[in-house]
């Protein structure tokens, strides 16, 4: 088994890896505060896991979660979290009143490193839904708007987001690329 550092403070996210991940990887949550650079979703992931994997001094796994709204061209993106402090799921939604499309996608893009001076390798899912009006409690500020097939992610059961969700998407391409590379054995 692999051991692994997930660098998030979110003990919600940790379970919920967790959960998909099985016993694959062996992971260690490490709260860090770490610095995010403006750009793209990858290039924060990329620059986030380089400086993770520097401070911990081994393999690190960080993720970052967007929510691209088609009628925004890709709006909030990966700077979804501050729009949620700022004007939260109702100023989202009305962000979106004046617009026909609703359609949004939730993007996690995880990022692996071996440790310091290793390229990151990342691993990216999405999930196509609509934004609505907020229903449901979640501990992911954004999943009461984020519909698909009439439930929001914060509606849902566990095992039923765990199974087609944006993050299980992402990190079953890891889990994947860890067989394939065979650093799973």
Not at 100 to 110: F, G, H, R, S, Y
Not at 170 to 177: G, L, P, Q, T
Request: hydrophobic residues 40%; charged residues 25%; aromatic residues 6%.
């Amino acid at each position: 088994m692999l051991d692994v550092i997930f660098v998030t403070g979110n003990q919600h996210k940790v379970s919920e890896v967790n959960a998909i991940l099985g016993d694959t990887v062996n992971l260690q949550p490490v709260p860090l505060d770490l610095d995010e650079i403006q750009g793209t979703l990858e290039e924060i992931t990329r620059d986030k896991c380089r400086l993770a994997a520097e401070k911990t001094g081994g393999p690190v796994l960080v993720e970052d979660s967007a929510l691209e709204m088609h009628a925004l061209n890709r709006l909030p993106g990966p700077y979804v979290k501050a729009f949620v402090e700022s004007v939260g799921n109702e100023g989202l939604c009305k962000i979106l009143d004046s617009f026909e499309d609703k359609t949004a996608e939730a993007v996690c893009t995880l990022g692996y490193s071996a440790g310091p001076g290793k390229e990151p390798v990342l691993f990216q899912g999405r999930l196509v839904g609509q934004i609505v009006p907020a229903r449901g409690n979640s501990s992911f500020g954004w999943e009461p708007i984020f519909e698909v097939e009439g439930e929001t992610l914060a509606e849902m059961s566990h095992p039923k987001k765990n199974g087609l969700s944006h993050r299980f998407k992402a990190v079953s391409n890891f889990r994947e690329w860890l067989r394939e590379t065979q650093l799973l054995l």
